[in-house]
């Protein structure tokens, strides 16, 4: 079956434009997570949806950040007024749920989608 | 694609030979570890998992360890191969309000022919 899917693959944008990342999970999934990826760096944790319950945001670094999932499904992580830092690779993973007992955790990632802001 | 991990450590290894990567943890109260590898230009892909009340645990060429006392997790890969060279992360699962997931900075595999 598909996987986790994202566009655009690569975004370049001037500093100060506003961008929209999408994340198509995959179907059945209730859990959504966006990260963020520097060059030669881990995974940092931006923002995760479960189900119906409220997001959370803790990840997020600014308030230029924002994120909402629609119809539990697709998600659309926004940056506002990009700045030079935003750039990296911005990784979206989803996963059957993420507590109970006797169901998988596993996360399966996207692609991700390369941000560069000049 | 992207590489990814210029500047990670590196663990060089002979094509064939066990490669073991380490990781420490930031939170005891972390209940679930994840193994993943990343190939350059790609997401990460899950390898294998271990909860918290277990503290070794096998797949297919994979082994992972997990000692809670130092708060230390391992990756054992069995004879190496070339398509193993890739950055390998760590992450553990935290609550903190919702689950989490911290992800290590990451150890570059290479495979040396």
């Known amino acids: 079956g598909a996987g986790v899917s994202q566009s655009p693959s690569n975004k370049v944008t001037e500093k100060g434009k506003d961008v929209e990342l999408r994340c198509d999970p995959i179907?059945?999934?209730?859990?959504l997570y966006w990260y963020r990826q520097s060059l030669g760096q881990g995974l940092e944790f931006l923002i995760y949806f479960q189900g119906n319950s409220a997001p959370d945001k803790s990840g997020l670094p600014s308030d230029r950040f924002s994120a909402e999932r629609t119809g539990g499904s697709v998600s659309t992580l926004t940056i506002q007024r990009t700045q030079q830092e935003d750039s990296a690779v911005y990784l979206c993973?989803?996963?059957?749920?993420?507590?109970?007992?006797?169901?998988?955790?596993?996360?399966?990632f996207g692609p991700g989608t390369r941000l560069t802001v000049t | 694609g992207e590489s990814v991990g210029l500047h990670l450590p590196t663990l060089s290894v002979q094509e064939g030979d066990n490669s073991i990567i380490n990781c420490a943890y930031s939170?005891?109260?972390?209940?679930?570890f994840i193994w993943y590898k990343q190939e350059s230009g790609k997401g990460p892909q899950f390898i294998i998992d271990i909860r918290s009340n277990m503290d070794k645990r096998q797949g297919q060429r994979v082994t992972v360890l997990l000692n809670k006392t130092v708060k230390h997790l391992s990756l054992q890969i069995a004879a190496t191969q070339p398509g193993d060279s890739a950055v390998y992360f760590c992450?553990?699962?935290?609550?903190?309000?919702?689950?989490?997931?911290?992800f290590g900075t990451g150890t570059r595999l290479k495979v040396l022919a």
């Open positions: 179907s059945g999934h209730t859990a």
């Open positions: 992450a553990e699962r935290v609550r903190s309000g919702t689950y989490k997931y911290i």
């Open positions: 939170n005891s109260a972390s209940d679930y």
């Open positions: 993973a989803s996963s059957l749920q993420s507590t109970g007992t006797g169901v998988s955790y596993e996360q399966y």
